[in-house]
């Protein structure tokens, strides 16, 4: 948080034996970054020599709006299955059917590619450099070579192929699925009462000598794909004897005028494309990416783990864009999932949580434009007599909204609690995304307003106890329960308050509520606190049940509201109940593990922090009968068999939290590393106050560190 009218004052903390003197002294030698990067990122690809078996096995490919995951068909055999995927395709329909069934991504299809001959061999490499897909299928007719991509600023995937012997006979098509709701296709046994009424019925057609698949949404519009085998022209670069060319229009998602008409939408994307240079798109793309990774950079000395940390660079280059849509659940690819859509709880929050310090900022503001762009649903969402100063959202959400009313009362004494997470998590990311970019004016017109909506609910719902100290009623604490005095809303309410007194200060804005936010932190309650097991989930409920959540403990991390090294004295406390979150067996999520990494980083301990970290990458076998959580062969993640975008990403979140930690003011430049990680180099991570910042420790001594005013 601010400690001035600067963006940042840095009180530098660097793990070293040595003294500032020697970082930062006249013979301080910043080592200038050299590397050679395809050789580099060639190191991180994934490769398979068999074919990959489903979803979380096989390599992807995605722009931050298209994707295709390919993997063996599990309907037609001897098949390779290239699943389409488009971020924005979303039902969206408002006829009250709930919204998990609602307005929710839907199916495209998939492109099929069967060999003449029967599959002997394979081979497969996600080349994250160029970021496409290469592999071989050796037959019994012959070998059948291909390559997949997507062009990044086109609305396209090629798929390009070369044969020899009789596979120039293999083929290639599209099958279409029908657009409705995946969850209640594998939850309708379980959601009694439902009533859903399905999407009319997929439809394919011919226009204009390209065969098209439509389909029409209840809701008023469609989406339709239409693809196309061309002849390729042999350049210089490459020889592939076929080209295939898969797009997929969706005029809602585009934001066009009129609803319908995807179908000649996607005939006349096809067409443009047609006319053009596939070399030429392919040297764009590549031109992208190539500026894309040398943004920001780490090495560490587990391969493994620097492995894992580049693909999810890669998954969040191939999932996001700046103009795109906020990424979900999936991103751009698509399997059946009961969570098709955007939770804002935890997921989305997590997802986002890399982009700001790896400096790729111009990604992660697409969430806090969604914010922006819909303020007036975040007012309409809480009950009248509170609109004219509150904020708040529910979770989930569809694509493009912010709707989802919130219960929300001034009664200390209701029955009824109050689910508030989402949104003041929320600001709290975009607060700390501008203070890395620095844009004053926005913090002014648009963050601190909605800020002070955002915390005025607490305002509203704070009460005073016999003790003269402020109490939080009834709440919610994700995902575990309710309580009073939930530990999560006092951290959330403390961080909210704290930050908005800095901001007036700063900004020179004298806010008549600046005398109850100070009066409100001075006589806020204490965290409820459990001798056997540290902090509770609130007043006279302890954490005693295994849970993957730890909204309990956000004051620790990520709202750094209770800092061990301000207050030492509850340093035991938070240990204490750290140990305790994780000692209790069962809801063995991903991101319960990377949480308790995150932590243990917020507290200096970089022994427990690799440890939870190489728990959460633990490769567990997988049953479709018996799932179980997991990360994938390719690094996605499945929670019980249902693809969550988060933990992954979640985990090279706490890579980075080893390095560089940039909390209330303080910049502490490798805070927690492991014992056994003595060589370690970063450049160009991005911390708040605009500052770019580079490190290298050998033999296990800081030996220099650089800190540079952002570009």
Same mark, same amino acid.
Request: charged letters at 20%; aromatic letters at 12%.
């Given at each position: 948080?601010?400690?001035?009218?600067?963006?940042?004052?840095?009180?530098?903390?660097?793990?070293?034996?040595?003294?500032?003197?020697?970082?930062?002294?006249?013979?301080?030698?910043?080592?200038?970054?050299?590397?050679?990067?395809?050789?580099?990122?060639?190191?991180?690809?994934?490769?398979?020599?068999?074919?990959?078996?489903?979803?979380?096995?096989?390599?992807?490919?995605?722009?931050?709006?298209?994707?295709?995951?390919?993997?063996?068909?599990?309907?037609?055999?001897?098949?390779?299955?290239?699943?389409?995927?488009?971020?924005?395709?979303?039902?969206?329909?408002?006829?009250?059917?709930?919204?998990?069934?609602?307005?929710?991504?839907?199916?495209?299809?998939?492109?099929?590619?069967?060999?003449?001959?029967?599959?002997?061999?394979?081979?497969?490499?996600?080349?994250?450099?160029?970021?496409?897909?290469?592999?071989?299928?050796?037959?019994?007719?012959?070998?059948?070579?291909?390559?997949?991509?997507?062009?990044?600023?086109?609305?396209?995937?090629?798929?390009?192929?070369?044969?020899?012997?009789?596979?120039?006979?293999?083929?290639?098509?599209?099958?279409?699925?029908?657009?409705?709701?995946?969850?209640?296709?594998?939850?309708?046994?379980?959601?009694?009462?439902?009533?859903?009424?399905?999407?009319?019925?997929?439809?394919?057609?011919?226009?204009?000598?390209?065969?098209?698949?439509?389909?029409?949404?209840?809701?008023?519009?469609?989406?339709?794909?239409?693809?196309?085998?061309?002849?390729?022209?042999?350049?210089?670069?490459?020889?592939?004897?076929?080209?295939?060319?898969?797009?997929?229009?969706?005029?809602?998602?585009?934001?066009?005028?009129?609803?319908?008409?995807?179908?000649?939408?996607?005939?006349?994307?096809?067409?443009?494309?047609?006319?053009? +240079?596939? %070399?030429? /798109?392919? &040297?764009?793309?590549?031109? !992208?990416?190539?500026?894309?990774?040398?943004?920001?950079?780490?090495? *560490?000395?587990?391969?493994?783990?620097?492995?894992?940390?580049?693909?999810?660079?890669?998954?969040?280059?191939?999932?996001?864009?700046?103009?795109?849509?906020?990424?979900?659940?999936?991103?751009?690819?698509?399997?059946?999932?009961?969570?098709?859509?955007?939770?804002?709880?935890?997921?989305?929050?997590?997802?986002?949580?890399?982009?700001?310090?790896?400096?790729?900022?111009?990604?992660?503001?697409?969430?806090?434009?969604?914010?922006?762009?819909?303020?007036?649903?975040?007012?309409?969402?809480?009950?009248?007599?509170?609109?004219?100063?509150?904020?708040?959202?529910?979770?989930?959400?569809?694509?493009?909204?912010?709707?989802?009313?919130?219960?929300?009362?001034?009664?200390?004494? +209701?029955? %009824?609690? /109050?689910? &508030?997470?989402?949104?003041? !998590?929320?600001?709290?990311?975009?607060?700390?995304?501008?203070?890395? *970019?620095?844009?004053?004016?926005?913090?002014?017109?648009?963050?601190?307003?909605?800020?002070?909506?955002?915390?005025?609910?607490?305002?509203?719902?704070?009460?005073?106890?016999?003790?003269?100290?402020?109490?939080?009623?009834?709440?919610?604490?994700?995902?575990?329960?309710?309580?009073?005095?939930?530990?999560?809303?006092?951290?959330?309410?403390?961080?909210?308050?704290?930050?908005?007194?800095?901001?007036?200060?700063?900004?020179?804005?004298?806010?008549?509520?600046?005398?109850?936010?100070?009066?409100?932190?001075?006589?806020?309650?204490?965290?409820?606190?459990?001798?056997?097991?540290?902090?509770?989930?609130?007043?006279?409920?302890?954490?005693?049940?295994?849970?993957?959540?730890? +909204?309990?403990?956000?004051?620790?991390?990520?709202?750094?509201?209770?800092?061990?090294?301000?207050?030492?004295?509850?340093?035991?406390? *938070?240990?204490?109940?750290?140990?305790?979150?994780?000692?209790?067996?069962?809801?063995?999520?991903?991101?319960?593990?990377?949480?308790?990494?995150?932590?243990?980083?917020?507290?200096?301990?970089?022994?427990?922090?690799?440890?939870?970290?190489?728990?959460?990458?633990?490769?567990?076998?997988?049953?479709?009968?018996?799932?179980?959580?997991?990360?994938?062969?390719?690094?996605?993640?499945?929670?019980?068999?249902?693809?969550?975008?988060?933990?992954?990403?979640?985990?090279?979140?706490?890579?980075?939290?080893?390095?560089?930690?940039?909390?209330?003011?303080?910049?502490?430049?490798?805070?927690?590393?492991?014992?056994?990680?003595?060589?370690?180099?970063?450049?160009?991570?991005?911390?708040?106050?605009?500052?770019?910042?580079?490190?290298?420790?050998?033999?296990?001594?800081?030996?220099?560190?650089?800190?540079?005013?952002?570009?």
């Amino acid at each position: 948080m601010l400690r001035s009218k600067s963006f940042f004052t840095a009180f530098i903390i660097i793990e070293s034996f040595f003294a500032l003197s020697s970082v930062f002294g006249s013979d301080f030698k910043h080592k200038a970054l050299d590397i050679d990067w395809p050789t580099f990122m060639a190191e991180q690809d994934l490769q398979w020599n068999r074919l990959p078996v489903d979803y979380f096995d096989g390599p992807f490919v995605g722009n931050g709006l298209f994707g295709a995951i390919v993997f063996k068909d599990d309907k037609v055999s001897n098949t390779l299955r290239f699943e389409i995927g488009r971020s924005d395709v979303y039902d969206h329909r408002d006829d009250g059917t709930t919204l998990g069934h609602a307005r929710i991504r839907l199916p495209i299809g998939q492109m099929l590619l069967t060999p003449k001959g029967k599959i002997t061999a394979s081979s497969m490499r996600m080349d994250l450099w160029n970021a496409e897909l290469r592999g071989e299928l050796k037959t019994t007719e012959g070998v059948l070579t291909f390559r997949c991509f997507v062009p990044r600023a086109e609305k396209v995937i090629i798929i390009q192929l070369s044969s020899e012997g009789n596979e120039n006979q293999a083929t290639c098509y599209f099958r279409p699925q029908q657009g409705d709701s995946q969850r209640y296709l594998v939850k309708r046994n379980k959601e009694k009462g439902l009533v859903y009424k399905g999407n009319p019925l997929v439809t394919n057609k011919e226009l204009d000598h390209y065969p098209v698949t439509e389909q029409t949404l209840l809701c008023g519009s469609d989406y339709a794909t239409t693809w196309k085998e061309i002849q390729t022209s042999h350049s210089d670069l490459e020889k592939w004897d076929r080209t295939i060319l898969v797009t997929v229009a969706n005029c809602f998602g585009d934001n066009t005028k009129t609803p319908y008409g995807s179908s000649q939408k996607a005939v006349d994307t096809l067409k443009e494309i047609e006319g053009r +240079s596939i %070399q030429a /798109m392919v &040297l764009a793309h590549r031109t !992208w990416w190539h500026a894309y990774y040398p943004k920001s950079y780490i090495l *560490v000395p587990d391969k493994k783990i620097e492995k894992f940390f580049w693909v999810q660079m890669y998954k969040l280059g191939s999932a996001t864009r700046p103009e795109g849509p906020v990424i979900d659940l999936m991103g751009p690819w698509f399997k059946p999932s009961v969570w098709a859509a955007l939770w804002m709880n935890l997921n989305v929050q997590l997802t986002y949580s890399t982009l700001g310090l790896t400096n790729h900022l111009d990604l992660e503001d697409p969430l806090y434009r969604l914010i922006e762009r819909h303020q007036d649903q975040l007012i309409e969402n809480v009950p009248e007599k509170f609109r004219a100063d509150c904020s708040a959202v529910s979770n989930p959400v569809g694509y493009d909204e912010m709707k989802g009313n919130v219960f929300i009362t001034d009664d200390p004494n +209701s029955k %009824q609690s /109050m689910n &508030l997470i989402v949104l003041p !998590w929320l600001m709290q990311n975009f607060y700390v995304y501008n203070q890395r *970019v620095g844009d004053e004016a926005r913090l002014r017109t648009s963050i601190y307003p909605l800020m002070r909506r955002t915390f005025s609910v607490y305002l509203h719902i704070l009460y005073v106890g016999k003790d003269g100290k402020y109490h939080i009623p009834l709440t919610y604490s994700d995902e575990y329960g309710v309580a009073q005095n939930t530990s999560l809303n006092l951290a959330l309410a403390k961080w909210g308050f704290t930050t908005l007194i800095e901001c007036a200060n700063r900004l020179n804005i004298s806010d008549p509520l600046l005398p109850k936010w100070k009066h409100v932190l001075a006589n806020l309650a204490a965290l409820p606190i459990d001798p056997a097991t540290g902090i509770m989930i609130g007043d006279n409920v302890p954490f005693i049940k295994s849970h993957r959540h730890y +909204s309990h403990l956000f004051a620790v991390w990520p709202l750094h509201t209770l800092d061990v090294d301000r207050e030492p004295l509850m340093r035991p406390i *938070v240990e204490q109940s750290i140990n305790h979150f994780t000692s209790l067996e069962g809801d063995n999520c991903m991101f319960k593990y990377t949480g308790a990494s995150s932590l243990w980083s917020s507290v200096g301990n970089g022994d427990q922090a690799l440890a939870w970290l190489k728990r959460a990458l633990v490769l567990l076998p997988r049953d479709s009968n018996k799932p179980v959580p997991t990360v994938g062969e390719n690094t996605l993640y499945s929670e019980n068999g249902w693809p969550t975008f988060e933990s992954p990403i979640a985990a090279s979140r706490d890579i980075l939290d080893m390095l560089l930690q940039d909390d209330d003011g303080k910049l502490k430049v490798f805070p927690a590393l492991p014992s056994s990680w003595k060589d370690v180099v970063f450049y160009n991570l991005r911390a708040q106050g605009g500052k770019v910042v580079s490190a290298e420790r050998k033999d296990g001594k800081t030996v220099w560190v650089d800190i540079q005013p952002a570009q």
